[in-house]
């Protein structure tokens, strides 16, 4: 009988605290055969570790649960976008600046400001129609061509639209003939530019 009251005091005081065990002490020397066999089983204290630290209503753990992590993909994904898009807007205004003031242009516009059919249709001081105004097309020195369009206005407040086409003959160092250099009337009509 005091064996087996020796035994089931041994393990109960393993998941017992330390406060609780110096209590049951006295009784536990009450009904054990042998009194010092059982103090130092009884005394013992439990060692925390991760089964003991998970059971359930341990002294020193609180029970509750996580919060859940706080997503972060909606702020990241309009990021990305508003990346993206002044990428794009700043490439592509870059581009028509590099266009704007490359040479090809800068002369098809001198050239065109002293044409006399444009100067009688579209008066003197031809210039551009803003002050960042649109170039499309694309300009490539390396490659040989130029192929470029935009509109243009006199004093007499009439726009008109410069078209230039040009490409180069053999490697770099070759001549340059202009196909199509002209500037289209409102009306449809072409001026032409060519020298």
């Known amino acids: 009988m005091s064996l087996s009251l020796t035994g089931y005091f041994s393990r109960t005081a393993r ?15 009450k009904y054990s055969s042998t009194p010092g066999a059982a103090t130092s089983a009884s005394i013992e204290q439990p060692q925390k570790t991760w089964d003991t630290a998970h059971a359930k209503n341990p002294a020193f753990a609180i029970e509750r649960e996580l919060p859940l992590p706080r997503s972060r993909k909606r702020e990241v994904g309009i990021f990305v976008a508003v990346a993206i898009v002044t990428w794009g807007l700043g ?26 059919q444009v100067l009688q249709e579209l008066g003197s001081q031809l210039n551009f129609t803003s002050s960042f105004p649109w170039i499309s097309g694309d300009i490539s020195h390396l490659k040989g061509f130029v192929d470029v369009e935009f509109d243009v206005v006199g004093n007499k407040g009439i726009v008109g639209h410069l078209v230039l086409k040009s490409r180069r003959t053999g490697k770099q160092n070759g001549e340059w003939h202009t196909a199509e250099f002209y500037v289209r009337m409102p009306d449809g009509r072409k001026l032409d530019c060519n020298i």
Request: charged content about 15%.
């Open 91 to 116: 490439s592509i205004i870059a581009f028509n600046y590099q266009r704007m003031t490359s040479t090809p242009v800068t002369a098809a516009l001198f050239t065109a400001r002293h044409n006399e």
């Open 15 to 29: 998941l017992l605290t330390l406060k609780q065990q110096r209590q049951l002490l006295p009784f536990c020397r």
